[in-house]
């Protein structure tokens, strides 16, 4: 996000002006699969699933599943919350970067062990972050932001259109397991490049909860670009 293009300039930036930062912490939170870009579940039966060869509707089909001709990222790009992501709650489990000269023992979302245990011993270690200034928490806004792309099983999309509340009807959205795209585009500098998202209307009777962001379908078309370059090799 910001003036950044990609990863690595961004950390070279940091690194030539950040000398003591050794851990840079995205907070996280668990990205929606965007109903306008699923598809019906057609897989074998399971119970919460029930398929039928003849039902291509998704706005009456019990269960959704990814496309498979779209990526993980686009398919994804539906973000619970805006930017910042809140504080009180989406460090819990961040990712991270960091110098592994200085991390020397890591646990999935935490450094466990810094090389502070060895320099400063007499020191009070932090149990889920390192102090100030060897760990900052990434800018969402002007440096980058982590798309978590966990995947959402067909079975948790069973009965969506019941779970997820219509506009401007009570319901409770925390049952809504699939992605309703909101029209507030995140990282928009304006309107016009807000279209676009909204593909064939499924989701335009619920309520909203989640929001795409327009670096993300603009990096879309390079990563399939790729990986055609891939499969053709």
């Known amino acids: 996000t910001g003036i950044w293009k990609n990863v690595r300039d961004w950390l070279e930036h940091v690194s030539a002006n950040e000398r003591d930062t050794k851990i840079l912490s995205f ?5 929606l699969p965007n109903v306008e ?8 039966s399971i119970r919460a699933c029930k398929t039928n060869g003849t039902n291509t509707n998704g706005v009456i089909s019990s269960c959704l599943m990814k496309n498979r001709s779209k990526t993980y990222m686009e398919t994804y790009n539906c973000e619970p919350t805006t930017h910042p992501k809140p504080q009180s709650w989406a460090w819990r489990a961040k990712k991270q970067i960091y110098r592994p000269e200085f991390v020397l023992n890591h646990f999935v979302h935490y450094s466990v062990a810094t090389r502070q245990i060895i320099d400063r011993p007499e020191l009070e270690s932090f149990r889920f972050n390192e102090r100030q200034p060897f760990e900052r928490r990434v800018d969402e806004l002007e440096e980058g932001y982590l798309l978590h792309s966990k995947s959402t099983l067909p079975e948790m999309t069973a009965n969506w259109h019941f779970k997820c509340p219509l506009r401007a009807t009570p319901g409770s959205i925390k049952d809504c397991k699939v992605g309703i795209p909101s029209l507030d585009v995140l990282g928009v500098d304006n309107t016009s490049e807000e279209s676009g998202f909204i593909e064939n209307g499924v989701s335009t009777k619920f309520e909203s909860n989640c929001y795409p962001h327009i670096r993300v379908k603009r990096l879309v078309p390079s990563i399939e670009e790729a990986m055609k370059r891939l499969t053709s090799a």
Do not use: C, L, N, S
Request: net charge neutral.
């Open 37 to 44: 870009v699923m598809v019906p579940y057609d897989g074998v």
């Open 27 to 31: 907070f996280q939170t668990r990205a």
